[in-house]
C-alpha cells in the first residue's frame, strides 16, 4: 500500500504563513503528480497547487486564488511535496489534503490516487 503522511496544519492571523508538508510512503515505482487540495465545510473539494515529477516536467498548476501567495516544491528523492503558504486570508482556511495522481507500483502497473488524512489551516484574527 501506498500512504501521505501530512504535517504544518494550524492557526495563524492574516498576513502569516505556514508551511503544509506532505511525505509518500509505501511500495510505489512512481508518482507522475502530487499536490494539495482544499475543502471548506459546506464547499466541493479545490485544487490548490500540483508539481509532476521530474521526468515528467516538473509542470505546476496554481489555482488562481493562491498565485503569488503559495508555492509548492518537490523532491522526487525523498517522496515529499511541500507547500509553502504566504500572506494567508481568512478565505484559505480549510482543510488541507495531500494527493498523489498518478501512482505507479511497477512501470506497468497504475494504482488509484491517494488522499492524505487532511490538516486543518485555519486564519483568523
Known amino acids: 500500500q501506498v500512504q501521505l503522511a501530512e504535517s504544518g496544519g494550524g492557526s495563524v492571523q492574516p498576513g502569516e504563513s505556514l508551511r503544509l508538508s506532505c511525505a509518500a510512503s509505501?511500495?510505489?515505482?512512481?508518482?507522475?503528480?502530487m499536490g494539495w487540495y482544499r475543502q471548506a465545510p459546506g464547499k466541493q473539494r479545490e485544487l490548490v497547487a500540483t508539481?509532476?515529477?521530474?521526468?515528467?516536467?516538473?509542470?505546476?498548476n496554481y489555482a488562481d486564488s493562491v498565485k503569488g501567495r503559495f508555492t509548492i516544491s518537490r523532491d522526487d528523492t525523498k517522496n515529499t511535496v511541500n507547500l509553502q503558504m504566504n500572506n494567508l486570508k481568512p478565505e484559505d482556511t480549510a482543510v488541507y489534503f495531500c494527493?498523489?495522481?498518478?501512482?505507479?507500483?511497477?512501470?506497468?502497473?497504475?494504482?488509484?490516487?491517494?488522499w492524505g488524512q487532511g490538516t486543518q489551516v485555519t486564519v483568523s484574527s
Open positions: 494527493n498523489a495522481d498518478g501512482v505507479f507500483a511497477s512501470p506497468t502497473q497504475a494504482l488509484p490516487k491517494i
Open positions: 509505501g511500495h510505489f515505482y512512481t508518482i507522475y503528480k
Open positions: 508539481m509532476t515529477s521530474e521526468t515528467g516536467g516538473r509542470k505546476t
